[in-house]
């Protein structure tokens, strides 16, 4: 007998915590791939400068048939594909951006584009830790059975916010869009074993895109704010000792937690932000290089659209496999921090040596 409080997926809605699947996921990046040498063009650097600091050779920059909305629903449909949903039984669309084409909101303009009608769509801002922020926040209405399906997109078109001309930023960041579907399940089937959070205030400058502090007369004796945002500022040792200090620290503290070790993990999925910290993290952890993900190369620092882009990747080409443990990592500004243990479910994909 069917019961009437379950929803689509089978999952009673009510009276325990369920299990969160993760059931597919999706991807977009814009056209125009702007290599190191080609970047040398417009700023005094090379190419092995850039690799040698960075792990970066290209980033792909949005033009203007492909903002923030357009990259973030093409990603989040590819995700529907994958899981065979229809757009219509989508409970929630939660999209992780600092980078929004609507101060208002983009996440309502991307349930329209999507057909998910049923869905509440709202923002979440938390920079390079937003798609793990809003996984985990996501992940909140499936267990209690409020909701039973969800996409989690994770994207930013910092291009717009980079000053071109400031080699130590410039060279970094990247746009693009990832996306997971997420769906209700049963306690034995959860795909979120455990997560934690963090957020160090005191830090904020180390890394920001702070609002023009420019003022306009209104009437006599008074003044307002101009809209509009300055470039990106940020300190990169700061952020750098920031990292390799607090990411193995709380990936460490979650797999303890969890009663997981290191040598258990298939995979370590990080925000791509530095070779040489994602080197370092994986370092520390233990966890061998053949286990390290890592798309910087093509992509730099797409900030919140990082770990869905590289999970999109490593599943698409048979690296990711149904039933791999996934540790993952968000950091940067804000400062904020955090991880989250993960087990794919989606569907099975040949791996390149089967």
């Not at 949903?85 to 329209?112: E, K, N």
């Not at 034995?188 to 830090?203: H, I, Q, T």
């Not at 993990?265 to 993900?293: C, F, M, S, T, Y």
């Amino acid at each position: 007998m069917t019961d009437p409080q379950a929803g689509e997926s089978g999952v009673r809605r009510e009276g325990f915590l369920a299990g969160v699947s993760l059931v597919a996921s999706g991807a977009a990046t814009p056209h125009t791939s702007v290599s190191n040498d080609a970047l040398s063009q417009r700023v005094e650097t090379n190419d092995d400068w850039i690799r040698s600091r960075t792990g970066i050779g290209a980033r792909h920059i949005a033009d203007e048939q492909e903002g923030l909305t357009s990259l973030a629903s093409a990603a989040a449909r590819e995700a529907l594909a994958g899981a065979g949903w229809d757009p219509a039984s989508v409970d929630l669309v939660l999209l992780a951006t600092s980078s929004p084409d609507d101060l208002f909101g983009t996440a309502p303009r991307i349930q329209a584009q999507l057909g998910a009608h049923n869905a509440v769509a709202f923002d979440v801002t938390a920079a390079c830790s937003g798609f793990l922020f809003a996984l985990i926040t996501a992940s909140q209405y499936l267990r209690t059975g409020a909701m039973t399906r969800a996409l989690v997109i994770g994207a930013d078109q910092l291009s717009r916010w980079v000053d071109w001309d400031d080699r130590r930023t410039c060279v970094l960041f990247g746009d693009g869009a990832g996306a997971v579907a997420l769906e209700a399940c049963s306690p034995e089937d959860d795909g979120l074993l455990g997560f934690r959070m963090a957020s160090d205030g005191r830090k904020a400058d180390c890394l920001s895109l702070r609002q023009v502090a420019a003022r306009q007369d209104l009437i006599p004796g008074v003044t307002v704010q101009r809209g509009g945002f300055e470039p990106i500022q940020m300190n990169g040792q700061e952020v750098y000792k920031f990292a390799v200090r607090e990411v193995p620290a709380v990936l460490q503290e979650l797999l303890a937690a969890t009663g997981t070790g290191a040598e258990q993990l298939d995979w370590l999925l990080l925000h791509q932000a530095n070779q040489r910290i994602l080197n370092a993290v994986a370092e520390r952890l233990g966890v061998p290089e053949h286990k390290l993900l890592s798309n910087l190369a093509s992509y730099g620092n797409t900030s919140a659209a990082t770990i869905p882009l590289m999970l999109h990747e490593a599943v698409s080409d048979g690296r990711i496999q149904p039933g791999q443990l996934i540790a993952s990592s968000g950091f940067g500004a804000g400062l904020s921090w955090g991880a989250a243990l993960l087990r794919w479910h989606g569907p099975v994909i040949s791996s390149p040596a089967a």
